[in-house]
Nanobody, 118 residues
Framework: QVQLMESGGDLVQAGGSLTLSCAAS???????????MNWYRQAPGKEREWVGG???????DYGDSVKGRFTISRDRRKNTVYLQMNSLEVEDTAVYLC?????????WGQGTQVTVSS
């Protein structure tokens, strides 16, 4: 049973930085076996927004609202994907979730709360 566990959410002041982690367990092999892993976020009253993702080959892409501020990386031995967030803005406040795809299956974590204060 594949499980994704996000961690690292916190209360931070605007302009600050935070790193989120998404640890995968219950997988055969390692996270490179996923075709892609993505970060999403959902703020109250708003639709879920794609933040960015990393492909199996290591390519990354980001949503326009975070491009230049957020960076995705991964550690194969720890089966973990990271979201480094810099220059945080109040508008970045949301629950951050990661997902992973393998074939036709998509897996989601429970999310971690990030709150940015002004």
């Amino acid at each position: 049973q594949v499980q994704l566990m996000e961690s690292g959410g916190d209360l931070v002041q605007a302009g600050g930085s935070l790193t989120l982690s998404c640890a995968a367990s219950g997988i055969s092999g390692n996270i490179f076996s996923f075709s892609g892993m993505n970060w999403y976020r959902q703020a109250p009253g708003k639709e879920r927004e794609w933040v960015g993702g990393i492909t199996a080959g290591g390519g990354t892409d980001y949503g326009d609202s975070v491009k230049g501020r957020f960076t995705i990386s991964r550690d194969r031995r720890k089966n973990t994907v990271y979201l480094q967030m810099n220059s945080l803005e109040v508008e970045d406040t949301a629950v951050y979730l990661c997902n992973a795809r393998r074939g036709t299956a998509t897996y989601w974590g429970q999310g971690t709360q990030v709150t940015v204060s002004s």
